[in-house]
């Protein structure tokens, strides 16, 4: 099974801050990668697709690179409603997996 | 609008079954690969099963080969999760999520509300 791990698993920022998650696959998934924002109670939100195609509606503070087994989601000026955690998932084979989450504080 | 909405969840004791349904609409069903994710509770995601646009692949995660089982009707817009032998970990809220098939490589775009399975004696 392909691994999937993130950093930092919890981040303090405050508004305004520009912030980058790292994720990591244990092997090579291509760009085969996506990253969700979820908050409490509510489901997983689909954010970037393809390592760094931004899904519609999402706002352009988002975005994402990389490729092969290292990839990023930045944001560019953190607002109020950015603070959630974040997952990144491999659907380059199944199983999918998940990272372990990077959770967005308030600093 | 695309909507997913799961039920069947419940307090169940160890050793026992459910069947989870999760029925769309707004959208072709019969066009996408359906998913069970679940989530325990303060937990990360753990993607749990898929079945294909025809349902004739389905694919599971180890923690549950062998004691869950997926299926769909696409008459009724509808797939299931059988879950049995349950075992306090199964404990989570699971979520149902699509993604397109017949296309490559897609990611899940649409996501139900989540229903909570309780294991417990």
């Known amino acids: 099974d392909i691994q999937m791990t993130q950093s930092p698993s919890t981040l303090s920022a405050s508004i305004g801050d520009r912030v980058t998650f790292t994720c990591r696959a244990s092997q090579s998934i291509g760009s085969w990668l996506a990253w969700y924002q979820q908050k409490p109670g509510k489901a997983p939100n689909l954010l970037i697709y393809?390592?760094?195609n931004l899904q519609g509606g999402v706002s352009s503070r988002f975005s994402g690179s990389g490729s092969g087994r290292e990839f990023t989601l930045t944001i560019s000026s953190l607002q109020p409603d950015d603070f959630a955690t974040y997952y990144c998932?491999?659907?380059?084979?199944?199983?999918?997996?998940f990272g372990q989450g990077t959770k967005l504080e308030i600093k | 609008e695309a909507q997913l909405v799961e039920s069947g969840g419940g307090l169940v004791q160890p050793g026992g079954s459910l069947r989870l349904s999760c029925t769309a609409s707004g959208f072709s069903f019969n066009n996408y690969a359906m998913s069970w994710v679940r989530q325990a509770p303060g937990k990360g995601l753990e993607w749990v099963s898929a079945?294909?646009?025809?349902?004739?692949?389905?694919y599971f995660a180890d923690s549950v080969q062998g004691r869950f089982t997926i299926s769909r009707d696409n008459s009724k817009n509808t797939v299931y999760l059988q879950i049995n032998s349950l075992r306090a970990e199964d404990t989570a809220v699971y979520f149902c999520?699509?993604?397109?098939?017949?296309?490559?490589?897609?990611?899940?775009?649409?996501w139900g509300q989540g229903t909570l399975v309780s294991v417990s004696s």
């Open positions: 393809r390592a760094s």
């Open positions: 999520t699509r993604r397109i098939d017949g296309s490559g490589f897609t990611p899940f775009d649409c």
């Open positions: 998932q491999q659907y380059y084979e199944y199983p999918y997996t």
């Open positions: 079945i294909s646009d025809t349902g004739g692949s389905s």
